[in-house]
């Protein structure tokens, strides 16, 4: 079978997967997610047009996105198209009743999948590593972990593991205490949620010690009782699910696999809230890991479109260049802004993804900066983890 014959049919397979994926998608967007969170916003208006243009956005990538994940920035490129970008064409253009002509973002967003996908012919560079012997390592892990807990103890105290009625309660609470705190507090709050304790995990997994395995599992209930954010929950089965992928498919996973288990986990999702008659699955599954993000895509588009953008005034960065937030906002930055304005919740935050977060700051340009930004960052990713474990450079990727 020749290179050219095998290319052919992995991308028809990869175009038959998406666009079952994409189907199933709209699908259950149309019959499960709009009736039960219209409240929300969330609104469906079907037309032939909307619908073509979006399977156009959708699937036209997959022409040239890489069809297996062998490195790091692949994964990542993947895993942004799935609850980043589709989300965001297809929400999107419902909720905002989007025609010709569409707007840019959109246009800018498909352009970024394909400018990131020329990591495909970049070269990896030798970077100059630190070696530290595995023993310092675990010891400077769990010396961190300690200390960091117990600043974290000083500040929540000890709480007990909230309910899912308690969520939004016990979040708001934590951003309160966050805010007291200082900026840094909350830097180290979100290193451990992404950065100590997954590795931890890893490491436990990976090199078959029980310990720190369990420390990283104790670590990460710690912080859900603290701050309640289910992505720190759902995080250990996460990267255990990760690393049963990766040692079955032996470090080379088909990128249609991805799109297998998004069908698999909508059908799932679905079929368990038919069967016990309730709403858990499309709460706290469906509509918060893929339907949210497009949603608030939407907004962030929709607002920022007609209003003063924020110039990263509410960051670090932003504060050293002298920038300041839009005249007359009191909002602490943009997503609460966009709380406030759509959801009428002045305290809460509706954080996106950084391509909408770009575009809440900087406009079109925005996305463009970004994007560059993230290209260099994950060439730099692969070139760093060339020649060391692959699990553990796949598995770190994973919660960032």
Known sequence: MTHNHFFGRSRLSLLGWGGGYLMLFIWTYAHHIVPLFAHQGFVYHPSLLRTLVIAVLVLSPLLWMPP??????FFAIW??????????VVVSFHVLEIDWPFPLFFGWLWVSLLFLTLLVFLPRVRVPKVRIPSKWLTVGLMASWIVGYLIFF???????????????????????????????????????TNVINPFLVILGIRKRNWGLLFAGVLGQTMIFTFDATKSTLMSVPYLLGLYGLLRWKRWKIPAKVLFQGGIIL??????????????????????RLFYVPGLLTSYYLDYFSVHPQWHWAHTLVGRLLGASPPAGISAPGPGFLIGDVYF????????????ADAFAN??????????????????????????????????LMGMP
């Open 68 to 73: 297996e994940l062998t490195r790091p920035s």
């Open 154 to 192: 000083k500040a929540f105290g000890i709480q007990g593991v909230p309910s899912l009625q308690e969520i939004y309660t016990v979040r708001l609470a934590a951003r309160e205490v966050v805010t007291s705190q200082g900026r840094l507090f909350g830097y180290l709050l979100r290193w451990f």
């Open 362 to 395: 900087f406009g079109n340009f925005g996305v463009i900066l970004v994007t560059i930004g993230l290209f260099f960052l994950l060439w730099l990713y692969d070139s760093l983890s060339t020649h060391h474990d692959k699990t553990i450079a796949f598995l």
């Open 344 to 355: 009428h919740n002045p305290v809460g935050n509706a954080n996106v993804h950084l391509w």
């Open 79 to 88: 895993i942004l198209y799935l609850v980043v970008y589709v989300p965001a």
């Open 266 to 287: 909508f059908l799932g999702s679905v079929m368990v809230d038919w069967m016990f008659h309730s709403e858990l699955m499309a709460t706290y599954v469906l509509r």
